[in-house]
């Protein structure tokens, strides 16, 4: 028979468990597109230019749905297919280039942060894999978020 003493700790805990489940479902969302990641890594090798891996928005206000487009460049001798963009948090909605991009080509990796409810300094990255050397790449970003008055 359990006692009131032992049912709080064990509904706290059930209730912690849900939230973190809850919360790597949202990310993992994001991780499908029309070329899955097995089948990427069957594609020729090629190399990618990433014009900038880090982007810092400053100061946004808490509410406030932040943008950027991280773009790059295939350097290498193959059309560069991206596989999987996958973000580490549910507040972060990613787009990228869903077509091959040939050699020389731009391709983009556009992030969106919505700030709701996240006051304070945020650091946040979304890996990208494809058919390149190194077979991932991690985009990361930053704001300092100012609450709501």
């Not at 809850?22 to 090629?46: L, M, V």
């Not at 100061?59 to 295939?74: K, L, S, W």
Request: proline share 8%; charged share 25%; glycine share 8%.
């Amino acid at each position: 028979m359990m006692t009131k003493r032992m049912r709080y700790p064990l509904l706290a805990s059930f209730l912690c468990a849900l939230l973190l489940a809850a919360g790597c479902k949202e990310a993992e969302s994001y991780k499908g597109t029309d070329t899955s990641a097995d089948e990427t890594a069957k594609q020729p090798i090629t190399t990618v230019r990433f014009d900038q891996t880090l982007h810092d928005f400053g100061e946004i206000p808490e509410g406030q749905i932040a943008t950027h487009r991280f773009e790059f460049t295939n350097t290498g001798k193959y059309p560069l297919q991206i596989g999987r963009v996958q973000p580490t948090c549910g507040c972060t909605t990613p787009d990228w280039s869903k077509k091959p991009i040939p050699p020389g080509k731009k391709g983009y990796v556009e992030v969106k942060f919505d700030s709701n409810g996240r006051p304070g300094a945020a650091t946040k990255t979304v890996r990208v894999v494809a058919n390149t050397d190194p077979q991932e790449t991690v985009l990361t970003f930053k704001a300092s978020v100012t609450g709501k008055p």
